[in-house]
Every structure is written in C-alpha cells, then in structure tokens.
C-alpha cells in the first residue's frame, strides 16, 4: 500500500467529515419575525460546530505529523488508519447531539467516548509503528514515542475527567474539553515545523 | 486517460461515500428526558454504519490493490470503474435502510444485492485486465488472477446464501456478512505490503 | 494558476456532486409491512440516481479528455470553469426534481436546460482554448476541435429536441436523453487511451 | 507540514463546502400542478447558490494565489489556515438564510460578517506571511502584499457599506455584494496567469 494514496484517502475522510459538520446548523422553519429567536436558540450548534472543526482540524494535523515518521504502510497498519477515521467520521454526530441538547450530560459523555476511542486507535497505531521500526521514515525516533505518551496521557485522563463531571456540572465539563482543545493547538502551533 | 487521476477520482468518491453515512445516523426529535430510549432505538443504525464503514473501506482496499497491477486504463476499464463507483455510491442506500428495519429481509436482501453487482464490475474490471496484459504493470502476473478466483466464488456464494436466508433467519443472514467481511479484512491484513 | 491544482479541484467537484446523488434516493418514512410498495415507488428516483451518475462521469471524462490538450491555464480559463462546475454541481437538483415527478414535462425541461447550460460553458471553454494556442499542450490539434463540433451539434440538437418533445411525450424525451447518454458513452469508451 | 498536503486538504474543504452548497436548493413537498409555483419560490435559493457558488470559487482562487508565494508552512500558518476553511465551511449557513428570507437584512448581515471573518483571517494570513519571509517562495515580493491592500480596503469597507444598509434597503446590500464579487472576478481574471 502506497503511504502517499493513504494519506489522500485520508485527507479525503478528513475533509468531508469536517466539512460536513455545517449540516447540522440549520434553522428551524420559522417565520421572519421569529429569527432572531430561532438564531438564539441554535448559538449552541454554532459552537459545537466550531468545536468539532478545531477538533477534526486538529486530528488532521496530528495525523499529518504521525505520518512523517512513516516510510511505508501495511496491511495492520492500513486497517488501524480505517478504524481511525470511523471515529473521525462519527464525530458529527455526538456534535450534532450537543447542539440539540448542550445542557445534558449524555451528548458530553458521547462526544467524550467519541474522542477517547479515536485516541485509542491513535495509540494502536503509534504502538504498533514502535514496534516496527522498518515501516518507518528518517524521522523516525523513540524520542517521538516518549514525547508522545505524556500529552497522551494528560489529554485522555482529562477526557475522562470529563465525562464524570457531565453528570455534576456540564460547565466544567465543557471547560475541560476547550481547554484541552487549546492546549493541544498551542503543542502542535510551536511542534509543526 | 492518465492512472493517477482515475485512482485520485476514485478515492473521492470512495472518501465521500464513506463519510456520508454517517448522516443516516439521526436522532429522532425527542425531549432529553427520551434521549437514552431514542439512543437506544437507533443502534442498529449505528451497526449498520460500523458495518457499511468497514465494507467500503474494504473495497477501497481491494480497489488499491487491484490497481496495483494496472500500468494504464483505456476507455472500457474507464467505464467499468465508474459502473463500480455508481454501486459503492449506492451503499448509502441500503445501509439506511438496513438501520430502520433491521429485522427484516428486505434491507438483508437489497444489501446482499448491492454487494454482488459491485463484485459483478469488480469481476468484469479483473477479467478484462486479464484478457489485456498491455494495460499491466509489473505486478501483473498471471498469478494475481488465479489467487482472486477462489476467493470470489466463497464470498459470491455467501452473499447469495445470506441473501436466500434472509427470509428464514435474518440473524444468520448478518453472521454471513459479518463473518465474510472480518474474514476478508483479515486477508487483505496479510496481503497488503 | 497550475493546472494540476485546477484538475484536483475538479476532481473533487465531480466526486462529491456524482456521490450527493444517492441522498434523494430516500425511503419515505413507512411500516415494514408497506416496504416493498415504497420501494416501488422510488424506482424513478434510483433511476434518476443511475442516469445522473452516469452523465456527471461522463463529463469527468470529457473534462479529463479536454484537459489533455491544456498546457497551462489562465484566469478566463479558470473562471469558466468554475462556471462549469457550477452547472454540474446544480446536477443533482433536476435529478431531484425526475426522481419526484417522473411523469412530469418540467423536469425534463429543466433537466435538459441544465446540461445545455453545462455543454455551453464546455463549448466557451474549447472555443477560448482553440484562440489560445499557447495554453495548449502537445496534443492539441485544429483535429481536436474539428472533431468535436459534429458531436456537440448532435447532442446540443437531440437535448433541445428532448426539451420540445417532454410536453407531448415524457417518454420519447427520456429516450433521447437515454440515447444520447449511451452514444457519447460509447464514443469515448473509443476516444479513451 | 508539507505545503502540498496542506493545499490538498484546502481544496478538499473548498470542493466539498461549494458543492454542499446545493442541498439547500429544495422544493418542497407538492403536487404536480403546484411546481410552477413552488419553483418560483425557490429562485432566490438557487439565485444564492449562484452568488456564493462564486464567492467560495473566488476564495479558491484567492487561496491559490497566495499560496503561490508560500514555500513553506509553519504551525502559525497551518492553524490561520483552519481558521480560513472554518469561515469557508460556514458560508452554506447564511446562504440557506438568504434563500429562505431574501427580503429580510438579517441574513445579508451575517452573510456580510462570514466575508468580514473571512477576510481578516486572510488578512492574518497575509500580515503573519509578510513578516515571515523565511516561508516565503520565489514568488514572494513586498510589491505582492502593497498591491492587495487597497482591494481588501475596498472589498471590506463595501461590505461593512452593505452589511449597514441591509436594514435600510436590502436591494442596495446585494447590489454591493453583487458588484464586488464581479470586481473581484475581473481582477482575479486578470492577474491569473
């Protein structure tokens, strides 16, 4: 399998899921002496819009910077870069739930769930390429893996931390995952070379 | 017709058609206090987006491979790749369909059905290539032809079984495709280099 | 402008426009017992689904073929193709319209208003390129643009027949476009090397 | 972050964003006889999908142009340019405003404020390239940013004109949209070479 044909497909995936994700802020069917009312009401599927945008963009980016370590693909790590962007691909829909409901616990547990399993195939992927360092590129370093493993930590820790709080306070849990998303920006803004 | 742009199209139509699904994953119009039950009635919608996710994915895999051996196209293997695109577009189709009546045969059937005429093209798309080894890159070999057939025939006749036991056990009839496709990930898994 | 970047984007325009189509192939929301009648009764929208499908790659093709001849492009090259684009992405709109009221003339009608929109805009293309012989690469010939004139006055005068014809007889129209699709099929599955 | 991947992606979201754009023009759900009447209702839908089918066609041509004088990306440069394609993304929002409330100045007002948000993300763009010429390619000259200043003066200030005029005569604000897209076109035209 061809690195630079999986990386399009890839691209591709990532595009369409991002792109899509405007599908969901929509008006209800009011009159125009209602709008201003109905846009009020969908303020909170703006924002999840924008939320999930920064996510997905930043997922592409880190998929772009894991892949500079990869010289060549396989048929394991193929299929890993596919359940990858099933998760990716799903993301409008917890997203979609937040904005309907953005003071419930549920869509924050899901859109959680979501992130923390796109994450876990994430580390499959890592894992499996550290342990087969002829799939890899000249950039390829365990210095990469170690810087990797303690912002993998940190961000599903919190994630987690997230999605037990939903039921307390949706607020601190919505706080978590913007600060998160910050955080991650600002690592890939100073990493991206 | 230059190979790379026919591939770049594919893996568009590819992309978008897997992405796309995930848009029949929708929850009805439904209060919070109803968010678990409404959840809980569209799973099968979401098997059958894990499942359709997978299957695409897994033509775009063989679609890959298969190019492998090509060196360049003419018009007929041209035409034939956009007949196999117009059934992966489909795919949408029954997925949906699959997701609102998942007990009954007839989503069982149409799927099956839209199965067995992207095989149809992909086995056209093959035997032409075999009858024209001026279109064939180093990778084509005789060989390559032979490994497909028996494959073929196992996943043709189990898509037909599953198709004619959809009517008597539809819960048979999801094994056959789930088992067809875990084992057909699994091949492509040792295959892909 | 580079080509090759103009040549992506429109890849892109005509993978997503050709695989949009399939969401007007929707069931109408019905019990299990009144599939097979709902089935039935979108027939014309799959139909509409498979002729669309068809003409838009039939245009990627011909936008491919066409784009052989170009060398480089320039901004009156550019803007016309995004016009282009812009007629094959509304595509999906009169096919929407065939799928809704199959027997209706004014689908026919705007449907076939919409492709002699898209062969104009293919025509102000050719005729700007064939004035412009420095953007041509070294396939391009006066052969080229002689060709292809016999062509386009058939199929501009069979889709304006069509036009007339869908008050009188919806089928005949239907035949003509079916006809003509199959023709310019056929004609490039020659062409195509 | 390899300029070429970046420029893909970005033609991704443009191709998807432009062609998305059509889902809005729907007709609603009439008898035969009403589709005169119906059809005559969604014109300002299809007369929107027109006018921003351009707009995001002039921002891909804008987007390559620009690019034209980047060598290469940083993590700053990458983030903007999310940022961007966010902006571009939403543009299909109050385009469907538009179309359902043509009359209204709500929608020419947030229409108005998507370009604003747009521009001055471009506007970053181009401020953080200009102090940046390490990023820079051949192509880049301080002529090139002196000759944009006064179109994004000009361009702005229109629309922040028309974004103020909505309330008082909304055939005004299109007309500015509308001669400013043009302007923007003839320019555009012009300079691709």
Known sequence: MNKSRLEAFSDGVF??????LILDVRLPEVSYDHLWQALK???P?????VMSFLVIGMYWVGHHTSFRIVAK???VLLWLNILLLLCISFIPFP???LGKYPQGEIPLIIYGCNLLATNFIAFLMIK???HHPELGSEHFHDKYFN??????????GSYLLAIFLAHYSPLASYLIYGVILILL???YVRRTR
Chains 1, 2, 3, 4 share one sequence.
Request: aromatic residues 8%; charged residues 10%; hydrophobic residues 55%.
């Open 185 to 187: 920006i600002v690592i």
């Open 41 to 43: 009401e969908i303020i």
């Open 147 to 156: 810087d990797q493993m303690p912002v993998f930590g940190t961000v599903n």
């Open 128 to 130: 499996y390429l550290h």
């Open 15 to 20: 595009a369409i899921a991002i792109t899509l």
């Open 73 to 75: 693909t396989d048929g």
């Open 95 to 97: 997203t979609s739930m």
């Open 45 to 49: 599927n703006i924002l999840a819009y």
